[in-house]
């Protein structure tokens, strides 16, 4: 990306550390490879997937069959694509939306892959009830939980819509873990499911943002977007430097 290390003109090795930025100036070339933001469709795809499912552990529908109706679409949806949306955000160099989107389009395709087990008969409809498979999910959530806690924290940096989508979605899989983990408890499964719910629903909301400012390139719905602060620990940079990342030219996120 950046060429010509020593001053051809000169004979002599390039400036470091700052001292001429008109020379570095001169001698950058920039590629850039530029993708529209991933969360568009890790967001759309999770707001699907969860939608349904937390639909369902709410009561607002179906009974103990309709995961064999709702995983197919949850595990491509909320799975595959969702989990593409996290390797394409490596590219966009934002390290929150790649590790979120990861994490949970893994949770969906393993949800996805445990219903097609059971939808083939490998294991017994009847299984999925048992206190062993409840808490079972109950320990996946537990990590889900931690994982996305601390995704929710690193968000407040990036917007306020996409926090509430984590700590929505944080506290409703601390709830869900309770109630697999700790004898068995409806209300409580059905409480999580609500604030799972409204996950999906702000998850949505943000999606929709994303994807309305990037074809009109102007803010159409409001996300919070937090301004930086100058702090003590902020180190000068050169103006030949990009704020985020020290590198020019290469924008940092979505």
Known sequence: MTQAPTDVSRGAPAPVDGQDTEFWRSHTQISLQPV???????LYGFAAATFMVAGNLAGLY?????????????AIAGGLAQFLAGMWSYRARDGVATAMHGIWG??????????????VRAFPLAFTSTRLVQLGFGYWFIVLGAITWVGAIAALAKNIALSLVLFTLAA?????????????????????GWVILASAVIAFYT???????GSFRVPLLPVGHLGRRAGPRRMHLQPIQYELGGEPGVKAGQ
């Open 62 to 74: 179906g009974n103990r069959l309709t995961p064999l109706v709702l995983f197919p679409l949850a």
């Open 106 to 119: 893994s949770f969906w395709l393993a949800y996805g892959l445990f219903w097609f087990l059971v939808a």
């Open 172 to 192: 409703g899989a601390t709830i869900l873990a309770l109630a697999w983990v700790v004898p068995y408890s409806l209300g409580v499964q059905q409480a999580a």
């Open 207 to 213: 999606a929709s943002a994303l994807m309305l400012e």
């Open 36 to 42: 529209a933001a991933p969360s568009i469709l890790g």
